[in-house]
């Protein structure tokens, strides 16, 4: 296996964006990576597209080939593949192209995801996030996605006798850090109480424990480590990738308070790179709901379980703090366009990594962790990214 590193990144903002099509916001990503990376269109030998459900939101399906027509790279006939993982699409899109480069079969891919998530009915977009739930055993009987994760936080915190304020605190801390992006959804700092007093979505989590419906794209270039320093001289290494697997119904698990399969892509992680969890102080993980950056800060191993709220209130997982989480404000505050939420995680790391992140920057970062999660953490794809 060969080394890859990432030699361009570029992301749209995410919001609500009435003025752009699905294409418009694929290629105005793919075009900053490519630009940023310093290569030329005939240099891609590969695309692949990071989408949960653009048949359902926009109608379209065939996307990869979409953005590669749009791009103006279909003349060249390179191979264009749509990844499909829920709320991990852009990440096993990403875990696809570092195979392709480390294998060798191509030296230079472009990575991408998108997701027009707002030109849909706010009723219709949220029962689309449902079907990456169990529609079975879990939908049909009125179990939404929302209510799946609530009913893991009310558990949580009967098992460890956390207070609600702990959970809300994860959105304080990730709209902190999201007003320091000018990227994100939202910039604008919350107070606790306006978390614990927004509208009930399902008890006990509101609408400030939750991820907006967002539109948005991001991409990376990947290339081979050793032509890297040809086109840029900050590469940022991908040092391993890893993925894991577990049931789709939570009632199927032994627990519903850990994610398995982060523990599982944690451990893969640290034997193929023998980086213990102690020496990473930036990392961007799931959190579409509050509960969620709490479980994946407790399976990856940075906290032991039910002390991660207190963390967050102790303020160790702010910039600065014992490790940054979500500097970029994470899904709860730069958005949730869930093909690209995958995408835009490494986007962040790299900016951070390469020391470019302005107000935001995280000091003596030498490695960076993204945890992904599809379903109700059915999928987890795990990246770790050290300086060149």
Not at 75 to 86: C, L
Not at 121 to 130: H, L, M, N, S, T
Not at 270 to 289: M, P
Not at 348 to 357: C, F, M, N, P, Y
Request: hydrophobic content about 45%.
């Amino acid at each position: 296996m060969r080394e890859v590193a990432i030699i361009g990144i570029g992301q749209t903002k995410f919001g609500e964006l009435w003025d752009l099509s699905f294409r418009e916001i694929g290629i105005q990503a793919g075009l900053a990576a490519v630009y940023d990376a310093n290569v030329a269109s005939e240099d891609i030998e590969a695309l692949y597209v990071g989408n949960m459900s653009a048949g359902r939101f926009i109608e379209q399906e065939h996307v990869a080939a979409l953005i590669a027509d749009y791009s103006g790279i279909a003349r060249d006939n390179i191979p264009a593949t749509r990844v499909e993982a829920a709320g991990a699409s852009g990440a096993v899109a990403i875990r696809q192209g570092y195979f392709d480069v480390a294998s060798g079969l191509h030296d230079i891919v472009v990575v991408g995801g998108a997701e027009k998530m707002t030109d849909v009915p706010d009723a219709q977009g949220a029962a689309i996030q449902d079907s990456a739930a169990d529609q079975q055993w879990e939908c049909t009987f009125g179990a939404t996605f929302p209510a799946l994760h609530a009913m893991i936080a009310q558990r949580y915190m009967h098992d460890y006798g956390v207070p609600r304020e702990h959970i809300a605190s994860v959105s304080v801390k990730n709209h902190k850090h999201g007003a320091l992006n000018p990227k994100a959804q939202f910039q604008k700092e919350i107070k606790l109480e306006t978390v614990l007093r927004s509208a009930l979505v399902a008890e006990p989590l509101r609408m400030f424990d939750c991820a907006p419906l967002s539109d948005g794209g991001a991409a990376v270039v990947m290339c081979s480590m050793d032509k890297a320093w040809k086109y840029t001289d900050s590469p940022v290494k991908i040092l391993a990738s890893s993925q894991s697997s577990d049931t789709l119904a939570l009632h199927h698990r032994s627990t519903i308070t850990s994610f398995g399969a982060t523990k599982a892509a944690m451990r893969k992680l640290t034997k193929r790179t023998g980086v213990d969890v102690s020496q990473i102080n930036l990392a961007e993980v799931h959190d579409n709901y509050t509960i969620s950056e709490l479980l994946a800060l407790e399976d990856i191993g940075f906290f032991p379980a039910g002390q991660a709220g207190k963390a967050t209130v102790d303020g160790q997982t702010q910039i600065g703090g014992r490790v940054a989480v979500n500097t970029s404000g994470g899904l709860k505050a730069r958005g949730d366009p869930i093909g690209a939420t995958g995408v835009a995680q490494i986007v962040e790391l790299v900016t951070q990594l390469r020391g470019e992140a302005g107000k935001r920057q995280v000091s003596n970062a030498k490695y960076g962790l993204a945890q992904s999660v599809g379903g109700t953490g059915s999928t987890v794809v795990m990246h770790l990214l050290g300086v060149a």
